[in-house]
T-cell receptor
């Protein structure tokens, strides 16, 4: 158990819909990363938040957005869903210190199926 | 831009045999390198990492990896495979910018034959 929690574990929805994925980082971790794992694209970085502020963006679609709240949990919002958005979405967290900044701990993921 | 190449999408070994999973990286700056393991229906677990210092890195479950700058490689090895090692393994690089985001290879599925 990494200490990172993600809900829900599975999500099935229809095209055109909007969903919200939730992530709670490990206690004390200020940084949250979102990654997408799909069969055709592999594991891709989407976006990172650090202490409530967006730090970096990867190949994240405009239909997707995220935020990190004062209690440090994060939500990834996916809208106007398409079949191709079906994937496993991972959240990872990291301690913000020189010694541990590079190590990310991953949650169990949310499997999104768009029908 | 940084990238990671994992040679072999599938590697099959016999139980007790040497495990060798290959990873080559491309980076214009000194990289930070990682190996993660993913068991079925689970998240990614960090096996080991290289940031600076000793180029031979030991990780959990008996795995180790050697950073070879001249070969731009970071291959993962284990002297003796166990059935429980069957999983997917991902090599990743961090470009060391302020985000420390991870760039992953395509993964190698390790099969262990009894």
């Amino acid at each position: 158990d990494s200490g990172v929690t993600q809900t829900p574990k599975h999500l099935i929805t229809a095209t055109g819909q909007r969903v919200t994925l939730r992530c709670s980082p490990r206690s004390g971790d200020l940084s949250v990363y979102w990654y997408q794992q799909s069969l055709d694209q592999g594991l891709q970085f989407l976006i990172q938040y650090y202490n409530g502020e967006e730090r970096a963006k990867g190949n994240i679609l405009e239909r997707f957005s995220a935020q990190q709240f004062p209690d440090l949990h994060s939500e990834l919002n996916l809208s106007s869903l398409e079949l191709g958005d079906s994937a496993l979405y991972f959240c990872a967290s990291s301690v913000a210190s020189d010694r541990r900044l590079y190590e990310q701990y991953f949650g169990p993921g949310t499997r999104l199926t768009v029908t | 831009a940084q990238s990671v190449t994992q040679l072999g999408s599938h590697v099959s070994v016999s139980e007790g045999a040497l495990v060798l999973l290959r990873c080559n990286y491309s980076s214009s700056v000194p990289p930070y390198l990682f190996w993660y393991v993913q068991y079925p229906n689970q998240g990614l677990q960090l096996l080991l990492k290289y940031t600076t210092g000793a180029t031979l890195v030991k990780g959990i479950n008996g795995f180790e990896a050697e950073f070879k700058k001249s070969e731009t490689s970071f291959h993962l090895t284990k002297p003796s495979a166990h059935m429980s090692d069957a999983a997917e393994y991902f090599c990743a690089v961090s470009d060391g910018d302020s985000s420390y985001k991870l760039i992953f290879g395509s993964g190698t599925r390790l099969l262990v034959r009894p």
